[in-house]
């Protein structure tokens, strides 16, 4: 079946430094490609996302690249800030056209992040 | 505006109880999804609504799990007879539509089955 792997499990970085998580995914028929920031006692919130016609998309400090021969997609935060502390899960899901209609998301299993002063 | 609810935040049973899980998605969302998060994982996907009818079931982990949605919005999760496996972070999600990607997450519930 479907599997989206994440790598690292934890991160550990610097205020300022860039930090880095990576996705690779199993289904050739996914098209889109989103990540999640998930704080402490909260539900997942949508920070970005990309769909399989471009291969880098960016907002501010964030920036997803996708890599659609090799199967994986990566997120990065630059200038990292105390507040980016969180769990990241990456997902994929196939084009709502082949999928009956529905976005069905199929996660990694999470990135802790903590960005140290 | 107002975000997806969920209730109750966290709720404690003993092995055997049943237990019914609310979900409130924004006004207007045709589409609801049910996820389990078990401590240290990522979501699993249970159960999906376009509006009151479950096309995809395919995630609930037993017939101990149901779910049903009325009037296309409140969504309720019962677990019946809890095993303690059942314990985790049942999260919920709507969205716009049955062709829009972007899903919106409430905060949760918490099950611990004693």
């Known amino acids: 079946g479907e599997n989206v792997e994440q790598h690292p499990s934890t991160l550990s970085v610097q205020e300022g430094d860039s930090a880095v998580i990576k996705c690779t995914y199993s289904d050739s028929a996914s098209n889109y490609f989103p990540w999640y920031k998930q704080e402490l006692g909260k539900g997942p919130q949508l920070i970005i996302d990309?769909?399989?016609?471009?291969g880098e998309k960016k907002d501010q400090r964030i920036a997803v690249t996708l890599n659609k021969t090799a199967k994986h997609f990566s997120l990065h935060i630059t200038e990292t800030q105390p507040e980016d502390s969180a769990v990241y899960f990456c997902?994929?899901?196939?084009?709502?056209?082949?999928?009956?209609?529905?976005?069905?998301?199929?996660f990694g299993a999470g990135t802790r992040l903590a960005v140290h002063p | 505006g107002a975000g997806v609810s969920q209730s109750p935040s966290n709720k404690v049973t003993e092995k055997g109880k049943d237990v019914e899980l609310r979900c409130d998605p924004i006004s207007g969302h045709t589409a609801l999804y049910w996820y389990r998060q078990s401590l240290g994982q990522g979501l699993e996907f249970l159960i999906y609504?376009?509006?009151?009818?479950?096309?995809?079931k395919s995630g609930l982990p037993s017939d101990r799990f149901s779910a049903e949605r009325t009037g296309g919005s409140v969504s309720t999760l019962t677990i019946q007879r809890t095993q303690q496996e059942d314990s985790a972070v049942y999260l919920c999600?709507?969205?716009?539509?049955?062709?829009?990607?972007?899903?919106?997450f409430g905060p949760g519930t918490r099950l611990t089955v004693t």
């Open positions: 609504f376009q509006g009151n009818s479950a096309p995809d």
């Open positions: 997902a994929a899901s196939r084009d709502l056209k082949f999928s009956g209609g529905y976005n069905k998301l199929i």
């Open positions: 999600a709507s969205s716009l539509g049955y062709k829009d990607y972007e899903q919106y």
């Open positions: 990309i769909r399989s016609n471009v």
